[in-house]
């Protein structure tokens, strides 16, 4: 049996589940560990996980920042959270939730989905617009995978990897980057058009580097062309798969790069907000997880000229992987987040 008092706490998996202050201070210790091997980084001082264990180690059914220290909330999918029209949705989100910020999208979420019926989106964004005061984006997930075969017109590089042919998928990549990128900046032009006032690549890099190079290309272009248009990019996990694994920017080898690098360069393309992911481990603690996750994070504030909005979500963030994550989990992410890295806004 341990000893000493139990605390309840979570898994990954959002499990409720005891364990003793002893317990929580080695899995914080030993998720900084795995992190810093991992990603190459500096472990968290012993201060920040003296603090991080002080969050953990509260039985509080909720933990919060003190007043003043609150940061922005960028709320993605705004658009389809509830069973009302996605206008109400976002008002909802706006006056209900206190969401500092909203976005259309729709339910697919998927790039070449929205191709389809842009004009359409346009003018919807264009109505919700009149109705909300919290500035509006457009989101989408650039999701690469669906301009292969066979839902797109590319060559399939998750079927020709396994076969051997590598030169077929890394042409089939850089095809479906290219139309891509097209399709990124023909909405980017559409929704400035409509009154947007910045656009969302969520979950960026889902379907490896070739997704990332098209989201930094397009966000390139589209910073030429309006300063003042918001880009946020938000990343699919902590370092990016190397599907094609020869892909670079800016002179940096995109495949096997972690959210430090990856914030490196959306600064170097124009993102104005940078979301970094930390995947979450469902059979560790959620003390643990937490503590990787500031570990592998820390290094992009020391660099960050833009905003710095991690993902605390569904499985990412020290969040659980849940689809409706339980708030005792949830607010403590924040709070570390907040309190530890000092975060500019989630």
Not at 41 to 68: C, K, M, N, W
Not at 198 to 205: E, K, N, S, V
Not at 283 to 294: D, E, Q, T, V, Y
Request: hydrophobic residues 45%.
């Amino acid at each position: 049996m341990p000893e000493g008092p139990t605390i309840p706490t979570r898994m990954g998996d959002g499990t409720l589940v005891r364990m003793t202050r002893s317990e929580l201070r080695a899995d914080i210790e030993a998720g900084c560990l795995a992190a810093a091997k991992r990603a190459h980084v500096e472990p968290l001082t012993a201060d920040e996980q003296a603090h991080l264990l002080e969050i953990y180690g509260s039985p509080a059914r909720f933990a919060s920042v003190d007043i003043g220290d609150e940061v922005v909330l960028s709320c993605d999918g705004t658009g389809m959270k509830t069973h009302a029209t996605r206008q109400q949705d976002m008002q909802s989100f706006e006056q209900w939730l206190g969401a500092d910020l909203v976005e259309l999208c729709v339910g697919d979420y998927s790039l070449k989905v929205v191709r389809t019926i842009l004009p359409y989106e346009a003018q919807y964004l264009h109505d919700a617009q009149l109705q909300m005061v919290a500035p509006m984006q457009y989101g989408v997930m650039p999701n690469l995978g669906l301009y292969a075969k066979p839902d797109g017109p590319c060559d399939n590089w998750s079927e020709l990897l396994p076969a051997g042919d590598i030169a077929g998928a890394r042409a089939a990549c850089e095809e479906a980057l290219e139309m891509a990128v097209e399709d990124m900046v023909k909405l980017g032009d559409a929704m400035y058009e409509a009154g947007a006032d910045g656009l969302d690549w969520d979950t960026t890099g889902a379907s490896g580097d070739a997704e990332v190079l098209a989201a930094l290309r397009a966000t390139e272009i589209l910073r030429d062309k309006y300063p003042d248009l918001g880009i946020e990019l938000g990343m699919a996990a902590e370092f990016v798969l190397g599907m094609h694994g020869e892909l670079v920017y800016d002179g940096v080898r995109l495949a096997g790069s972690w959210p430090h690098q990856q914030m490196l360069l959306a600064q170097k393309a124009g993102a104005t907000m940078f979301g970094p992911v930390v995947n979450i481990n469902t059979g560790k603690s959620c003390a643990w997880n937490m503590s990787r996750a500031l570990t592998i994070i820390k290094p992009c504030m020391a660099d960050a000229t833009i905003p710095i909005h991690p993902n605390v979500g569904m499985g990412v963030g020290g969040v659980p992987m849940f689809v409706y994550p339980v708030v005792d989990a949830v607010c403590r992410a924040s709070k570390a987040f907040v309190e530890i890295l000092r975060i500019d806004g989630l």
